[in-house]
């Protein structure tokens, strides 16, 4: 079952001066089982609308569907604790929120607090952490003693270590460098191939987008603007540069050599697909 949302409307500070609507009839379906990108200009309303999905804000109008559970403006959802453990949902800078005295324990403490065995958290702890890439000889360290993307990752294995099945990551590699972004990228898609995880990304980095994302939405001031597969939304850049976005490198070459003269599918893939394709030009009108 997709996760879908309905007629959603959300309102900052209702019946105060400050009184602003941050999502205005938002229709959405998502694909379970996929990576979905979350894209839009800073403000657009990303953050208020995946902090949807595992109810911690709640709609003022419309429904949202997620794991057999409807979430409806003006009622009080049910068991939501169990829907916290199951949409796992982690902040942008989420490293600002490590509280506890060890890597570990602080890991543990998400499935410790869904009612998990002491013993069995630390284990699940563990497997997240590993999962994450950070090394046995952290466990038993402050998180504050953690450089800026391991703390990162301990964050994530926080949520990692509750299994949830869909996993919502609002910017997660913001502020990351390039090594540093890769290996969270390919964590992610590995939990998608490996563990069928349903995972949407808030992200700005079209290369990240086009490399390891399945589907595209764009959220444009409160609304959504369009939504559709990874491909087809680079396919005609067009779309993109109306909507004041940078496309990946690849894709900004191939229409730079479709500019002059050259007739690149535009469907190609890789920087080695596209030079390849090139190649096979130059040769045959050389
Ligand atoms: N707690 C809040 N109170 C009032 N307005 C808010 C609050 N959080 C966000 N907003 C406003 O709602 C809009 C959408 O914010 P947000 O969902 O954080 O956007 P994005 O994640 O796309 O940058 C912005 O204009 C923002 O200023
Ligand atoms: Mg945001």
Redesign the pocket.
Known sequence: MPISFEHVSYI??KNTP?E?A?LKDVNLKITEGKITAII?M???????LVQHLNALLLPEEGTIEILDRTITAGTKPKQLKSLRKNVGLVFQFPEYQLFEETVLKDTAFGPKNFGVSEPEAILKAKQALQQVGIPETCYEKSPLELSGGQKRRVAIAGILAMDPSVLVLDEPTAGLDPSGTASMMKLFSRLNKELNKTVLIVTHDMEQVFRYCDEVVV?ENGSIRTHMGVKEFFRDSSLCREMNILPPAVIRMRDMLNENGFAIDPSISDISALARAAAKQVKKHG
């Not at 800073?42 to 208020?48: C, E, I, L, R």
């Open positions: 900052y500070s400050y602003y941050a839009g800073t403000g657009s309303g990303k953050s208020t959220v």
